[in-house]
């Protein structure tokens, strides 16, 4: 069966310092792949989507970029956080029948 | 493009009462896909429903109910006798079929559903 794995689940980092979360899928093959941020309270926002190995679409041009090193692989970065990155982050993968499954998510707080 | 509303931000009830999800959608495509995921407090989303725009029948699962009508562009969501453990963040999604392969699946603002004792 498929899985996703998410990590870290929470993250404290000061304003400029560098993030780094990954997202792995195991049991399945060319996943699409897609990183949402969920602000506080509110919906959730596509901020990037990869359909294979380093093909990254960005939805929203903000601080952050995506990589896709291996095919199970989807890495959300960025070299200097900003307050307003602050928001709970997922992973999902879509399956041929069209549903996401998502990762537990990284709640991150830019202090 | 693809648009998803969910007009209501938070719905409280009292347990045992039943409790309606509204869901609007916007899109040119003519087929496409529906969803409904549930977000409880610990963050993660799980998949509750899945469906297609050929398909308007409408669905139960135990206390899960879903009317999708095309007609008017919704995809609502009723629990019948709603307990406490349905408290949870509701959103609706809506993903196209483009023939590039990619669907984007673009999510509703969610409604927060609140069940009390």
């Known amino acids: 069966s498929q899985t996703i794995h998410q990590w870290p689940a929470t993250l404290v980092q000061p304003v400029g310092s560098p993030l780094s979360l990954e997202c792995t899928v195991e049991g399945t093959s060319n996943p699409n792949l897609y990183w949402y941020r969920q602000a506080a309270g509110r919906g959730l926002q596509l901020l990037f989507y990869?359909?294979?190995?380093?093909?990254i679409s960005s939805e929203v041009p903000q601080n952050l970029s995506a990589s896709r090193p291996q095919d199970r692989q989807f890495i959300l970065s960025s070299k200097k956080l900003l307050l307003s990155d602050s928001g709970f982050y997922l992973c999902?993968?879509?399956?041929?029948?069209?549903?996401?499954?998502f990762g537990q998510g990284t709640r991150l707080t830019v202090v | 493009a693809q648009k998803v509303t969910q007009a209501q931000t938070e719905i409280s009830v009292v347990e045992k009462e039943d409790v309606t999800l509204d869901c609007v959608y916007e899109?040119?495509?003519?087929?496409?896909?529906l969803f409904w995921y549930k977000q409880p407090p610990s963050g993660e989303l799980v998949f509750l429903i899945r469906?297609?725009?050929?398909?308007?029948q409408n669905e139960i699962s135990g206390r899960y109910s879903w009317n999708f009508q095309k007609s008017t562009s919704s995809f609502n969501f009723t629990i019948t006798a709603s307990q406490v453990v349905d408290s949870a963040v509701y959103f609706c999604?809506?993903?196209?079929?483009?023939?590039?392969?990619?669907?984007?699946?673009?999510f509703g603002t969610g409604t927060r559903l609140l069940v009390s004792p």
């Open positions: 990869s359909v294979g190995i380093g093909q």
């Open positions: 469906r297609n725009s050929f398909d308007e």
């Open positions: 999902a993968w879509r399956g041929l029948s069209g549903e996401a499954f």
């Open positions: 899109t040119r495509d003519t087929t496409y896909y």
């Open positions: 999604a809506l993903s196209e079929a483009q023939s590039g392969g990619f669907q984007k699946l673009v």
